[in-house]
């Protein structure tokens, strides 16, 4: 497409009651070269945001769609429309991508306001956006635009609709590209089982590695057989081996007990507190003294001794 012819055309058209800032005023011819410059920069843009109608402080000053003057030179009027559509289309990483245009795109109104566009200055206007369209997806900015269209709709940002604007964007350009990516993955694999009706089907599709084999940090390779690899493995069923002789640092070993410390480990104690006594070992009774059978007062005479030979001569005598 010839922008310059494009441009033009439409400095030559007549679109209602709209004012023609491409043909009418001492700016026309800068405006012309702005939009002619604007249209060659995105001619690869996929896509295309349209809106209602140009802005008495956007387009009509500056000749860019969703553009104020002070945005381009940080002179001029500022449009709010404006400032918002193209922070969000930076936010996004769009704004390359982006070919931004109006339904309308000379000014329904005054030099100090807007008004509605007629029916018939949107039917007049809206060539121009389907010759742009052309090979693009089309994203409507508001309800006249949808309309106008046909196309999906988005929130306009005015009146407090910005973050509805970027919401409903982000899900009609990036929702848009991913399922396109699943079709285009369809109809490849529908392609090759028509092709191989026979086989599971592999997509013809060349894989390039610019990775070494090895990372150049890797000292040694072990291969693949040595390793236990894979999503699925069994629980080693051997039981673990526990070490119960527990390996102390030789300096704990060597460690000098500190001031008062005793042996055993007593849960809550302050060692700076007087040792308490030690307890008394609990000991037994002492046995009871067997009783007698003879008491020794009663016994009279000398102790008798039977296994001794002088027994038998002393018990005669004292007969």
Known sequence: MDTAVLVDELAGSRIGETFNQYAEGARAGLLRERLVAYLGDRAEAPLLLVGEAAGYRGAR??????????QLTGDGPAEATSTMVQR????????EDVLLWNVVPTHPGTRSSNRRPTRDEIAAGLPFAKRLAHGRRVVAVGRIAESALGAP??????????????????????GAQLIQGTLGLLEAGETHARKHPR???EL??????????????????VAA???????????DRRRPVVDDE???????????????????????????????LAPQPDLEDPPEER?????VADIDGDVVYPYEPRHLTRTLARC
């Open 153 to 174: 709709y988005v929130r306009h940002p005015s009146r407090g609709g910005a973050a509805e604007f970027a919401a409903m964007l982000v899900g009609e350009v990036f």
């Open 291 to 295: 009783e007698c059978l003879v008491d």
């Open 199 to 201: 086989r599971l089907g």
């Open 61 to 70: 000053v500056s000749g860019l769609p969703f553009t104020s003057e002070r």
């Open 204 to 221: 013809d599709v060349a894989v390039v590695d610019h990775l070494p084999a090895v990372a150049p940090w890797v000292e040694e390779v």
């Open 88 to 95: 969000v289309l930076r936010e996004l990483d769009l704004a």
């Open 225 to 235: 057989g040595h390793l236990r690899s894979g999503c699925v493995c069994r629980r």
């Open 246 to 276: 527990t390996d102390v640092a030789v300096a704990v070993g060597l460690a000098a007990p500190t001031l008062r410390q005793r042996d055993e480990l007593v849960a809550d104690v302050d060692e700076r507190h007087p040792r308490a």
